[in-house]
């Protein structure tokens, strides 16, 4: 049976938090009152879900449904823990390899990037729960199936996913044009994870500083830089061809 992708009432929000439905986004009507109201937003901030306040318009166009005042929208896959997800492929693969993506936008930009690393083997992809695209219906089709197929955690801070790989023994390689170095200069034979940045503003500064490695593709046209999805592709493949060698 496929998932809803959007669940609307107080209550039935509230039920589906409690549930652990992977919840995406709620949409709350500015100014709600009420005792309920207040529980659920209390119970919002605990689970660290990300909420928008909009006017009545909005969520009358989300659904024509009684939704009192709410509506969340549900992701159509289940999200994996981090570090059980880290600790599995660390023990169990020689080399693996791990995708960040430091608040990529785009739904469709998204569903290419999973597929580019289905293709390539890619063991987990780490997006930050706030700021980064939802796993939508587009998303899925543009994947072409593969968001079912790679495992994909969320944690709320990217660097802090650095870090713990780090800790874990997987060296971390942004991917930015600030740097001398390019991808083909570098040995991806260790456990590595590859972080990709967002469509206007690239990998975070913090980020950036904690990472490893930093490396660059060449642009030999005009056109400073390439499609988030297309650069993504072209890092993971040297990664398929140095390990296949």
Avoid: W
Avoid at 200 to 215: N, W
């Amino acid at each position: 049976m496929e998932k809803p992708t959007q669940i609307y009432g107080i209550r039935a929000v509230m039920e589906a938090i409690g549930s652990n439905e992977p919840i995406d986004k709620i949409f709350m009507q500015k100014g709600l009152k009420g005792d309920l109201s207040r529980e659920l937003e209390k119970l919002v901030r605990k689970k660290d879900i990300s909420v928008s306040y909009v006017p009545l318009e909005k969520l009358n166009k989300l659904t024509q449904n009684n939704h009192q005042g709410v509506v969340a929208k549900v992701s159509p896959i289940s999200f994996h823990n981090f570090e059980a997800l880290v600790e599995n492929v660390v023990a169990n693969k020689k080399h693996p390899l791990f995708l960040l993506l430091d608040q990529i936008s785009d739904v469709r930009n998204f569903g290419a990037i999973i597929r580019t690393a289905e293709c390539t083997g890619v063991d987990g992809i780490i997006i930050q729960k706030k700021g980064s695209a939802p796993v939508t219906s587009d998303t899925i089709k543009t994947s072409a199936g593969a968001a079912f197929k790679v495992p994909i955690a969320k944690v709320d801070h990217i660097k802090d996913a650095v870090f713990y790989l780090q800790a874990s023994g997987v060296k971390v390689v942004a991917a930015t044009e600030k740097t001398k170095n390019t991808v083909y200069e570098l040995s991806f034979s260790q456990p590595v994870a590859i972080v990709m940045g967002s469509e206007d503003i690239g990998i975070s500064p913090s980020v950036l500083k904690a990472s490893d490695y930093t490396a660059k593709l060449p642009i030999l046209g005009d056109i400073a830089s390439l499609n988030v999805s297309v650069a993504c592709g072209v890092f993971l493949y040297e990664v398929v061809r140095q390990r296949t060698d």
